[in-house]
């Protein structure tokens, strides 16, 4: 398969000169052709929206001709004054544009019939510049021209690439570098998403000015379905996403993947090392100063909120704040319990994931993390 990784500026016109983006902070001209390339000017079926979103590789390894696959929303308003947030899903090898945007949390919501997309009335550009990104290389449309990498996949290597798709990423959106930047993720991402935190704290110490990431913190997701839940709402997103036209519009599969898009990969048989604890990698990082919130459905069957709370005990983290509910409006929305350094939240009704099943509650939720607040203990 022929590395194709650039080819994301297919059936684009480049500017011929310097463009200015959200704020005013003014672009080179390389790099406003490059963000210019990779802009989504409308998807099959899309409502109308104000809010830019852009789409397309970055490249995280040459030699190998590894490119992961990424869908970025700017915030719906001011982008320039919000934060920059990244959501990952886990698996492993699951992807993060087809459960974190097409049926979670994203603007975008698969539907059956036409239109076949919906606007989330509480999808999370709206507090922050959302980017999802398809990770390892394998997940969704992302991909390898080196066919033994498949083989070698596992946490380590995971955690690499995307903080490689990182550093490159914020170097083609480099608008973004100053605003505080936060992970966010669900599932198996309770191992990605503190894992690639650690790297970019541990980067970041002898890191150049260019590539340092302004971390600030992050927050895990640690599945059962309530009513409601429209069991075809992943084939809705499937079909879509392997529409020729849907694809070019979002400069996806350029080198002809030779296999359909799928939710879950099954090309990734092999997974060569988790380390059985994330636990010391979160206890470091909040000693480092990071942000850290952990969040549950509380009707979650596979992760229950007892063996969560248990698991966290293990930290041996004073208590600041004893379990008590928080309120979504006038309705209690679930509950918290603070540790020194790290706050952990159950939202009421939701199951595994949560942003599907208490988007309301989850938006709350995310608010109140970016601004690092605790969440209201009385109805309002």
């Not at 930047?181 to 894992?195: D, N």
């Amino acid at each position: 398969m022929k590395n194709n990784a650039n080819a994301v500026k297919v059936g684009e016109v480049r500017p011929s000169v310097a463009g200015r983006a959200a704020g005013g902070y003014k672009l080179s001209r390389d790099v406003s052709a490059q963000q210019e390339a990779d802009r989504v000017i409308k998807l099959p079926g899309q409502p109308e929206v104000k809010f830019k979103q852009y789409a397309g590789y970055v490249t995280v390894n040459e030699s190998h001709g590894r490119a992961l696959f990424y869908w970025f929303f700017e915030a719906s308003s001011k982008p320039e004054e919000k934060p920059l947030l990244l959501w990952l899903n886990g698996g492993p090898g699951c992807s993060s544009v087809g459960y974190g945007e097409a049926e979670e949390l994203g603007p975008f919501l698969t539907r059956k019939g036409k239109p076949e997309l919906k606007l989330n009335p509480h999808r999370w550009n709206k507090a922050a510049n959302l980017l999802f990104v398809e990770s390892p290389v394998g997940v969704g449309f992302s991909y390898t021209n080196t066919s033994s990498d498949i083989e070698k996949l596992g946490d380590t290597i995971t955690a690499k690439d995307s903080y490689a798709f990182l550093i490159n990423w914020l170097k083609r959106f480099p608008q973004f570098k100053s605003h505080e930047f936060y992970i966010t993720g669900e599932s198996y991402a309770g191992h990605y998403v503190p894992q690639l935190a650690e790297v970019i704290f541990d980067s970041n110490k002898i890191a150049s000015q260019e590539n340092h990431i302004n971390l600030k913190g992050f927050a895990d997701g640690w599945r059962r379905k309530p009513a409601g839940y429209d069991p075809c709402a992943s084939d809705y997103t499937e079909v879509y996403l392997n529409r020729p036209d849907v694809q070019k519009a979002l400069h996806a599969n350029v080198t002809n993947i030779p296999y359909p898009w799928t939710h879950c990969s099954d090309k990734i048989s092999f997974w060569s090392d988790a380390p059985p604890s994330i636990l010391p990698i979160i206890k470091k990082l909040i000693r480092g100063g990071l942000r850290v919130w952990v969040y549950s459905g509380d009707t979650d069957g596979r992760i229950p909120v007892t063996a969560t709370r248990y698991t966290l005990r293990k930290l041996g983290l004073k208590t600041v704040e004893e379990w008590k509910p928080w309120y979504a409006e006038k309705q209690v929305g679930g509950w918290t319990i603070e540790y020194d350094g790290l706050m952990f939240v159950t939202v009421r009704g939701a199951g595994h994931q949560v942003p599907t099943f208490a988007p309301k509650q989850s938006l709350q939720l995310l608010r109140h993390f970016l601004a690092n607040k605790k969440l209201p203990s009385k109805p309002f």
